[in-house]
């Protein structure tokens, strides 16, 4: 029968438009609350899955990567980068630029002076927090970097920083396997500290 | 000039030689000068015939010309011909010419071998190697006045800062520069010694195609009296999928000629890729195909890999198929979903694919962290782990809500009448074209050639899975939208698989190196893609980057038939044909 074709898919658009009515209804009358959010974003949903942004938020998840960013432990003055440039070396754009900084006299310090990223250039590939020796580069999850002016979007150290709570908040698990594993280098290296004391003594 | 460090390529001379090159040596009088692991080197005025025997050779049959490409050696130029065989399927034949710096000329293989016209141009344009007896020897990424060829180890682009990465400007005394404040109008431009602006006078650029096409077609019209006409379809346009051109000649509203125009995307990804270490190339690959991003790089990590002779642990490898099964689902899906748009059936059909994808990139985001520019796969492994509620979604999506989309889709779509109206009988390609264009993937199989490399040349892990071949013989845009329908199902299925046959272990041979030294030699990795063959010929110094990094894009090749298909046709046909073939043209121009 001529037609049949177009009426199956009117069908589907029909049986689509019920269920996301059907849906929503579900969570009548507050359609936009949190619960309704999180539902929506499941896999075994019929109905929509788009959100209200910007007044409704998806949270992301604990892998999702944007921009990089410094950790420091408890001084911003004394992050944990030591400036040994692995960053800035393995960047495919090459954005990250490291000025080592040094004493008077000279001398090379294990810190940053100036440390730049180029947000214009960074593709959030995710290459420096991977081959960062110190775990001292991280990468944020803040999407809403826009800006009106370009040069706002070259983050400086004093912009990059951040506390290692807000890396633990982001990346919790991944925070807790590398705590782990610091513990774990600590104990192995006291006790072979004190086995040589006890050889020693 | 770019210095090499080491021999680039691997060249002592065999005692032995391949049967074929011994059987090409007895059958060819002096065509084979020598034989390697890496490939027949032949003699330049001989490549046309050892060619056609290859190809005529019923037991050999090496009819699908997969790739050309050339390198830049210190004293000579090399190009590189990767034949394969549709029937028998298996590793490609590799063919090698070389021709002298001063003046480089081969013979073309465009008149015997359609497939070859975009890649010798291609070779022309950015390595600047004439091929004797090319139909339309033009540019193809740059402009016709264009000066200098970039991928010659000796051009340098006006933003040039050091041949290789990393830049020494970056540490350990790096204070940041807007890249273009250092050249001297704050443009990416360079002009040539004694160019004069008053001189200089636009080419006319469609000149050339009306000539060649009144030539073709005679004198206007055919009884009645009809004009051509010459319409220009793009760069910016909805239809075209990005900034793709095209050159139509029209008598009435009917197509008589066409001709498509690249380039308004390239970045010359390739000198990019030479400069980069060799990891730093992953990411970049996610930038070519931008709809199924996450199996680009699954080619270039087998070349790579294929040097440094490491295999990748076995989860590892179950993951990067996955990963791949995925992205193919996920661009069949958008291929459908936009066709539709192209043939004014606006969003509802190609929203509901999109939602699909959505679920599709949830995932992506969960192992690799993040939706598009996945950057996952390393060189003998893949980035990360899957975190551990992975796998139950990845199993709801693959048991429950695809196949259940992949239906509805079918009975939404497939037997529409205004669409079969509208697709069946469009776009002949007839198998014997499709092959001799070098088109490849569902464009190839939608004219019913079997050609799947996963089959025909298996890599990583498809030989553990049972799947379809999926071919349909209608040669049109119905049977092109059915073969991607129907592999969404085989894609499931292999996923189903790989999810019972999949455990836990590690997912990195050996330890990742930022500064991973490859063994020198070349190596041609290749994958089915979504939209066809993906190959990437990369050639080692040795060193820290790449001498050579070619790639073979499906896309760009599968547009070498595009004027023979729409020719008769109407101008609304052409943005069907076209959106059928399903182009990006990120990998279009690289």
Same mark, same amino acid.
């Given at each position: 029968?001529?037609?049949?074709?177009?009426?199956?898919?009117?069908?589907?658009?029909?049986?689509?438009?019920?269920?996301?009515?059907?849906?929503?209804?579900?969570?009548?009358?507050?359609?936009?609350?949190?619960?309704?959010?999180?539902?929506?974003?499941?896999?075994?949903?019929?109905?929509?899955?788009?959100?209200?942004?910007?007044?409704?938020?998806?949270?992301?998840?604990?892998?999702?990567?944007?921009?990089?960013?410094?950790?420091?432990?408890?001084?911003?003055?004394?992050?944990?980068?030591?400036?040994?440039?692995?960053?800035?070396?393995?960047?495919?754009?090459?954005?990250?630029?490291?000025?080592?900084?040094?004493?008077?006299?000279?001398?090379?310090?294990?810190?940053?002076?100036?440390?730049?990223?180029?947000?214009?250039?960074?593709?959030?590939?995710?290459?420096?927090?991977?081959?960062?020796?110190?775990?001292?580069?991280?990468?944020?999850?803040?999407?809403?970097?826009?800006?009106?002016?370009?040069?706002?979007?070259?983050?400086?150290?004093?912009?990059?920083?951040?506390?290692?709570?807000?890396?633990?908040?982001?990346?919790?698990?991944?925070?807790?396997?590398?705590?782990?594993?610091?513990?774990?280098?600590?104990?192995?290296?006291?006790?072979?500290?004190?086995?040589?004391?006890?050889?020693?003594? | 000039?770019?210095?090499?460090?080491?021999?680039?390529?691997?060249?002592?001379? *065999?005692?032995?030689?391949?049967?074929?090159?011994?059987?090409?040596?007895?059958?060819? @009088?002096?065509? +084979?000068?020598?034989?390697?692991?890496?490939?027949?080197?032949?003699?330049?005025?001989?490549?046309?015939?050892?060619?056609?025997?290859?190809?005529?050779?019923?037991?050999?049959?090496?009819?699908?010309?997969?790739?050309?490409?050339?390198?830049?050696?210190?004293?000579?130029?090399?190009?590189?011909?990767?034949?394969?065989?549709?029937?028998?399927?298996?590793?490609?034949?590799?063919?090698?010419?070389?021709?002298?710096?001063?003046?480089?000329?081969?013979?073309?293989?465009?008149?015997?071998?359609?497939?070859? @016209?975009?890649?010798?141009?291609?070779?022309?344009?950015?390595?600047?190697?004439?091929?004797?007896?090319?139909?339309?020897?033009?540019?193809?990424?740059?402009?016709?006045?264009?000066?200098?060829?970039?991928?010659?180890?000796?051009?340098?682009?006006?933003?040039?800062?050091?041949?290789?990465?990393?830049?020494?400007?970056?540490?350990?005394?790096?204070?940041?520069?807007?890249?273009?404040?250092?050249?001297?109008?704050?443009?990416?431009?360079?002009?040539?010694?004694?160019?004069?602006?008053?001189?200089?006078?636009?080419?006319?650029?469609?000149?050339?195609?009306?000539?060649?096409?009144?030539?073709?077609?005679?004198? @206007?019209?055919?009884?009645?009296?009809?004009?051509?006409?010459?319409?220009?379809?793009?760069?910016?346009?909805?239809?075209?999928?990005?900034?793709?051109?095209? *050159?139509?000649?029209?008598?009435?509203?009917?197509?008589?000629?066409?001709?498509?125009?690249?380039?308004?995307?390239?970045?010359?990804?390739?000198?990019?890729?030479?400069?980069?270490?060799?990891?730093?190339?992953?990411?970049?690959?996610?930038?070519?195909?931008?709809?199924?991003?996450?199996?680009?790089?699954?080619?270039?990590?087998?070349?790579?890999?294929?040097?440094?002779?490491?295999?990748?642990?076995?989860?590892?490898?179950?993951?990067? +198929?996955?990963?791949?099964?995925?992205?193919?689902?996920?661009?069949?899906?958008?291929?459908?979903?936009? &066709?539709?748009?192209?043939?004014?059936?606006?969003?509802?059909?190609? &929203?509901?694919?999109?939602?699909?994808?959505?679920?599709?990139?949830?995932?992506?985001?969960?192992?690799?962290?993040?939706?598009?520019?996945?950057?996952?796969?390393?060189?003998?492994?893949?980035?990360?782990? +899957?975190?551990?509620?992975?796998?139950?979604?990845?199993?709801?999506? +693959?048991?429950?809500?695809?196949?259940?989309?992949?239906?509805?889709?079918?009975?939404?779509?497939?037997?529409?009448?205004?669409?079969?109206?509208?697709?069946?009988?469009?776009?002949?390609?007839?198998?014997?074209?499709?092959?001799?264009?070098?088109?490849?993937?569902?464009?190839?199989?939608?004219?019913?050639?079997?050609? @799947?490399?996963?089959? %025909?040349?298996?890599?990583?892990?498809?030989?553990?899975?049972?799947?379809?071949?999926?071919?349909?013989?209608?040669?049109?845009?119905?049977?092109?939208?059915?073969?991607?329908?129907?592999?969404?199902?085989?894609?499931? *299925?292999?996923?189903?698989?790989?999810?019972?046959?999949?455990?836990?272990?590690?997912?990195?041979?050996?330890?990742?190196?930022?500064?991973?030294?490859?063994?020198?030699?070349?190596?041609?990795?290749? %994958?089915?893609?979504?939209?066809?063959?993906?190959?990437?010929?990369?050639?080692?110094?040795?060193?820290?980057?790449?001498?050579?990094?070619?790639?073979?894009?499906?896309?760009?090749?599968?547009?070498?038939? &595009?004027?023979?298909?729409?020719?008769?046709?109407?101008?609304?046909?052409?943005?069907?044909?076209?959106?059928?073939?399903?182009?990006?043209?990120?990998?279009?121009?690289?």
């Amino acid at each position: 029968m001529l037609g049949k074709g177009v009426l199956k898919g009117m069908h589907v658009t029909i049986k689509r438009l019920v269920a996301t009515y059907v849906e929503d209804l579900k969570y009548f009358p507050r359609m936009a609350s949190q619960e309704a959010l999180e539902y929506r974003q499941r896999a075994d949903t019929r109905g929509l899955k788009t959100i209200e942004y910007p007044e409704q938020k998806v949270e992301m998840f604990e892998g999702y990567r944007m921009l990089p960013f410094l950790v420091y432990d408890e001084d911003p003055e004394n992050p944990r980068c030591t400036a040994c440039g692995m960053c800035a070396r393995v960047c495919p754009p090459q954005c990250i630029w490291i000025e080592r900084d040094k004493t008077p006299e000279g001398k090379n310090l294990r810190r940053p002076r100036h440390f730049t990223i180029d947000a214009t250039m960074c593709m959030s590939c995710g290459l420096c927090a991977e081959f960062c020796p110190f775990d001292a580069i991280k990468m944020d999850n803040n999407y809403e970097i826009g800006a009106y002016k370009r040069d706002k979007l070259v983050f400086h150290k004093d912009r990059l920083l951040r506390p290692v709570e807000y890396y633990a908040k982001i990346h919790p698990t991944e925070h807790a396997i590398k705590e782990e594993e610091k513990r774990e280098k600590a104990e192995a290296k006291r006790k072979a500290a004190e086995a040589k004391a006890k050889k020693a003594g | 000039m770019a210095t090499v460090r080491e021999k680039p390529a691997v060249e002592t001379a *065999k005692e032995e030689m391949s049967p074929l090159a011994a059987r090409l040596k007895e059958k060819c @009088d002096g065509a +084979v000068t020598a034989d390697s692991p890496n490939g027949i080197l032949l003699a330049a005025d001989r490549l046309v015939d050892v060619a056609t025997y290859l190809r005529e050779t019923p037991d050999l049959s090496y009819d699908h010309l997969a790739n050309v490409t050339s390198v830049d050696y210190p004293d000579y130029f090399e190009v590189v011909y990767h034949l394969s065989s549709t029937k028998n399927g298996g590793n490609p034949v590799v063919l090698k010419v070389r021709t002298d710096k001063a003046d480089p000329v081969v013979p073309s293989l465009t008149p015997t071998w359609p497939g070859a @016209d975009l890649q010798e141009r291609e070779v022309w344009d950015l390595m600047g190697i004439r091929f004797e007896g090319h139909p339309n020897h033009k540019r193809i990424a740059l402009w016709e006045g264009f000066e200098g060829h970039p991928l010659r180890k000796d051009w340098h682009e006006p933003y040039y800062e050091a041949d290789q990465k990393p830049f020494s400007s970056r540490w350990p005394e790096g204070r940041h520069v807007q890249v273009e404040d250092r050249t001297p109008f704050n443009h990416n431009v360079q002009y040539p010694p004694g160019w004069d602006p008053d001189e200089w006078e636009p080419v006319d650029e469609m000149a050339d195609f009306v000539q060649r096409t009144q030539a073709r077609l005679g004198k @206007d019209g055919d009884g009645l009296k009809t004009q051509r006409v010459v319409v220009n379809m793009g760069p910016q346009h909805p239809s075209t999928h990005g900034v793709f051109r095209m *050159k139509l000649m029209l008598e009435g509203e009917t197509i008589v000629g066409l001709e498509p125009v690249f380039g308004y995307m390239h970045r010359c990804h390739e000198k990019i890729g030479e400069r980069n270490l060799w990891v730093q190339n992953i990411p970049f690959c996610g930038r070519l195909d931008y709809i199924s991003t996450i199996s680009n790089a699954f080619p270039y990590v087998l070349a790579v890999e294929e040097l440094l002779e490491v295999t990748p642990p076995e989860r590892a490898r179950y993951l990067r +198929v996955m990963m791949a099964e995925l992205s193919r689902i996920l661009n069949h899906f958008v291929a459908i979903g936009f &066709l539709f748009n192209d043939l004014g059936a606006y969003f509802t059909p190609v &929203l509901y694919c999109l939602e699909e994808r959505e679920f599709i990139l949830d995932l992506f985001e969960m192992a690799s962290g993040s939706r598009m520019m996945c950057n996952y796969y390393r060189f003998g492994g893949v980035t990360r782990d +899957v975190p551990p509620d992975f796998m139950p979604r990845l199993e709801y999506l +693959v048991r429950e809500r695809l196949p259940r989309a992949i239906d509805e889709i079918d009975y939404f779509l497939s037997e529409n009448e205004i669409f079969c109206s509208r697709s069946v009988g469009v776009g002949i390609l007839p198998p014997e074209t499709a092959i001799r264009c070098s088109t490849t993937g569902p464009v190839l199989r939608g004219s019913g050639i079997a050609y @799947d490399l996963r089959r %025909a040349d298996p890599y990583s892990i498809y030989d553990r899975f049972k799947f379809d071949v999926i071919t349909e013989p209608g040669c049109d845009v119905y049977a092109r939208y059915l073969v991607r329908l129907r592999e969404m199902r085989e894609s499931v *299925k292999i996923l189903e698989q790989a999810i019972e046959q999949i455990e836990e272990g590690p997912i990195q041979e050996g330890k990742k190196l930022w500064q991973q030294k490859v063994p020198a030699g070349e190596a041609y990795g290749r %994958a089915e893609s979504p939209k066809g063959e993906l190959g990437f010929y990369i050639v080692s110094d040795g060193g820290a980057n790449a001498y050579r990094y070619h790639i073979r894009s499906p896309c760009l090749l599968n547009l070498t038939p &595009l004027e023979e298909m729409c020719l008769g046709h109407k101008v609304a046909d052409v943005v069907v044909i076209l959106g059928n073939i399903d182009i990006v043209l990120g990998e279009v121009d690289r």
